[in-house]
């Protein structure tokens, strides 16, 4: 039976030999790639690198160097969010500080976020989970009060908005990722936008400074992603997923990640991808408008409403549902042939290599462990088909009666 994925971009067998053809001229494809990054974030500065989680270690680091007090080592995270960002704070020889969040909009809690310690507080990072823009005037001006930077993780919103401006050129530098789950995928990938000051100047030497992929990693990183644009196409994507050994929506902390530059094929690629952006999103809204009307008249069904004057992007389509109905809700959607995920499984504060570094005076976060409990994630991508949203209403009605 078909399967919708439970995110993802369709990437074309031309766009990966697009990429091959092009990937002889690395110097001249990372220039477009990063003239388009400029012209979406609407900042000076842009770098592409091997993953989201590659470009948050490398502006932390550089975030660490350029400050005046060397001492600070805490970042504050939103306490719902991608494991790959605790992970990036470890892994640039940093600490993890925790904000709850709103769980009717995701966004860190912006009372909470003004009230925090920030004795020892570097920079805190926002989340914009499935494209959905958090509350980043308000934590930009924050941030400038405190006297902190911040560091705009829009990983899965690009091309979403708030107050006019996109998300990831908010603070002092953003990143995006081009991984599997995203707006935009090579399966791997990612890149760091900022505006041009003493931070970038920083970034640049730490870019300047990393290793090029191999010829056998780009090699590699082509056949994935040919894999890749052939399985996620939802006549074969429910093959893949029943296959054990791909790892296929697991959630894992690893901070053994590689930091190097994005590879010539894949950088060629996600250039050619971010040209079909407009397109790509006028179909995320589509699906997202779709289900919003087909969902929110349910009861038991909260759909996570965007912040006043966002864009989304969504990556993917969030709600919330009680705990108690949850399981059964996604299997009843996955037999429907949705890719309906729970998401990360736990809030921040109950992983385990979370847990173990957060400060002793780390307050509780209870609404991020309730989200944990409760959220679940639709499709939105463009193999959607038409009936989609009507679909998943009715298989969400069937699993009520
Ligand atoms: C995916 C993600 C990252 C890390 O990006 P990778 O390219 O997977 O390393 C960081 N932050 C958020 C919010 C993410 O969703």
């Known amino acids: 039976m078909p399967y919708l994925a439970p995110a993802g971009t369709p990437v074309t067998i031309s766009d990966v030999l697009h990429g091959i053809s092009r990937a002889a001229r690395g110097d001249e494809v990372a220039g477009a790639l990063v003239d388009t990054l400029s012209r979406l974030s609407g900042l000076p500065r842009a770098w592409p690198v091997s993953s989201g989680r590659a470009a948050m270690t490398v502006i932390l680091r550089a975030m660490r160097r350029t400050a005046t007090d060397r001492e600070r080592d805490e970042v504050i995270v939103p306490a719902y969010t991608c494991y790959s960002v605790p992970a990036a704070i470890k892994r640039a020889g940093l600490k993890p500080r925790l904000v709850d969040i709103d769980p009717a909009t995701l966004s860190p809690d912006v009372g909470l976020l003004a009230e925090a310690d920030y004795t020892h507080v570097l920079a805190v990072v926002s989340s914009n989970l499935y494209g959905l823009p958090n509350d980043l005037p308000a934590i930009e001006s924050i941030c400038r009060e405190r006297g902190v930077w911040f560091l705009d993780d829009a990983a899965q919103a690009l091309g979403a908005s708030i107050a006019g401006r996109p998300a990831g050129a908010f603070g002092d530098a953003g990143l995006y990722s081009f991984d599997k789950g995203k707006i935009i995928s090579t399966m791997q990938g990612g890149a760091i936008v900022s505006g041009a000051h003493a931070l970038a100047s920083e970034i640049a030497s730490e870019t300047g400074a990393m290793p090029s992929t191999t010829l056998a990693e780009s090699v590699a990183n082509v056949a994935k992603l040919a894999i890749y644009s052939v399985f996620l196409r939802p006549a074969l994507y429910g093959i893949v997923r029943a296959l ?19 590879s010539p094929p894949l950088t060629a690629v996600a250039a050619r991808l971010l040209a079909r952006l407009d397109a790509l999103a006028a179909s995320r809204h589509r699906n997202a408008a779709a289900l919003r009307s087909a969902l929110r008249v349910l009861p038991g069904i909260d ?44 809030a921040l504060a109950d992983v385990p290599e979370v847990r173990a570094r957060l400060p002793a005076n780390q307050p509780d976060t209870p609404a991020a462990r309730a989200v944990a409990a409760a959220i679940v994630t639709l499709p939105t991508h463009a193999y959607c088909p038409p009936d989609f949203a009507g679909r998943v209403r009715d298989a969400v009605i069937a699993c009520v009666d």
């Not at 054990?244 to 994005?262: C, N, Q, S």
């Not at 912040?307 to 108690?324: I, Q």
């Open 244 to 262: 054990p050994f791909t790892g296929l929506g697991h959630t894992v902390y690893d901070t053994r990640f590689p930091i190097t530059r994005l």
């Open 303 to 346: 759909v996570v409403d965007p912040l006043p004057g966002a864009v989304p992007a969504y990556a993917r389509f969030p709600l919330r549902v009680p705990h108690a109905r949850r399981a059964s809700l996604i299997a009843a959607l996955v037999r429907a042939g949705i890719g309906a995920t729970a998401s990360y499984p736990h």
